[in-house]
């Protein structure tokens, strides 16, 4: 059984642009005295071809973690586009808010985000080399992807057999498409759809 549950994330600023932080507001509860702090990270999938270029924004330790409902704000820099393919600067992508205690991780939430030209004229007719000081993006935050790992939060390094996958149902002001999976599945937009992997991205229609 899990001691932390996820209860909501905020994104505070959803439309910005590209080069403005990340910022949320991350509210969870606890309900079993921790040992150690819970370590909070913000992931930018820079392509879906491969992880390694894949950055982390930032990260944070957040404790002592006191039973009941805890709430903080996590800024996170925006990614350097100089590690990012030029052919993936604008367009759908992930970004990944993960949370591990003792270094094992316990839950992962994904959104998708696009990054596109603030002007029509401009989407409709894009610059050869990207204008990134003209590009806005959009976090997704009502469609997060969740995905919970059976940790023993006594021994958190020791892997636990996962409990059949299963999808929660989605409901208004909840954290919505729950799947129990083992620790460390590869998480990339949609490569592993057809592996049938509990943390794959399906590809998005943006419209």
Same mark, same amino acid.
């Given at each position: ?76 820099? +925006? ?6 393919? +030029? ?121």
């Amino acid at each position: 059984m899990s001691i932390v549950h996820l209860q909501n994330v905020e994104i505070i600023n959803s439309q910005a642009r590209f080069s403005d932080p990340y910022i949320f507001k991350v509210t969870f509860e606890c309900i079993s005295p921790l040992e150690d702090d819970i370590e909070w990270k913000l992931i930018y999938v820079g392509s879906a071809e491969s992880e390694e270029y894949d950055q982390e924004l930032d990260s944070c330790m957040v404790g002592p973690v006191p039973v009941g409902i805890n709430s903080f704000e996590f800024e996170a820099e +925006a990614p350097s586009p100089e590690k990012i393919p +030029a052919s993936d600067l604008l367009g759908v992508t992930v970004i990944l808010l993960t949370a591990s205690y003792k270094d094992a991780e316990f839950i992962r939430v994904g959104y998708y985000v696009n990054n596109a030209y603030e002007s029509e004229e401009m989407r409709e007719n894009p610059p050869e080399e990207v204008q990134l000081d003209k590009v806005c993006r959009e976090v997704l935050a009502s469609k997060p992807r969740v995905t919970r790992f059976n940790i023993n939060w006594d021994n958190p390094g020791e892997m636990i057999k996962p409990p059949v996958e299963q999808q929660a149902a989605t409901h208004e002001g909840a954290i919505a498409d729950e799947t129990h999976t083992e620790p460390n599945p590869q998480f990339r937009p949609a490569a592993q759809e057809q592996a049938g992997s509990a943390s794959a991205f399906t590809p998005l229609e943006m419209p």
